[in-house]
């Protein structure tokens, strides 16, 4: 004999959606009921009687680590002939809006802050005439 009133079927969390600063995970929540030995059917969650399980919920709610976050790069220089261009790398909170001493994020992937660039080679030098020996 097979009763009229369903069963909640609960199915296996998901993944969360994050790893830190907050995901959402689900599962399947479904009214059914037996119908035969090996057989179920799908009805209205009012045919089950007790409360709905929950179908989601937030997950690893922690806040992320802080990372690295780099500026805009400088202009070449000097203006000719091989050179630098530099950078600021700030350690900020994973929402950005703290910043934190450089010691609170990890040095092995600090983003490199000066870089070697040329704009082309400089001209040769020009001799202004003048009065050198007076």
């Not at 059914?32 to 089950?48: N, Q, S």
């Not at 929950?54 to 690295?68: A, H, T, V, Y």
């Amino acid at each position: 004999m097979y009763l009229y009133t369903g069963r909640w079927f609960i199915g296996d969390w998901s993944e969360c959606g994050q790893t830190c600063d907050g995901g959402t995970r689900t599962r399947t929540v479904l009214c059914i009921r037996k119908i035969g030995p090996a057989e179920e059917e799908t009805l209205e969650d009012t045919f089950c009687l007790t409360h709905r399980p929950i179908e989601r919920e937030s997950c690893n709610n922690q806040s992320c680590p802080p990372k690295w976050v780099t500026l805009e790069w400088s202009e070449c220089t000097p203006k000719c002939g091989p050179g630098f261009k530099h950078r600021i790398a700030l350690c900020k909170s994973s929402d950005l809006t703290k910043t934190f001493p450089a010691t609170h994020c990890p040095s092995h992937n600090k983003p490199p802050v000066r870089m070697r660039c040329s704009l082309g080679r400089c001209p040769p030098p020009r001799w202004i005439p003048g009065d050198w020996g007076q």
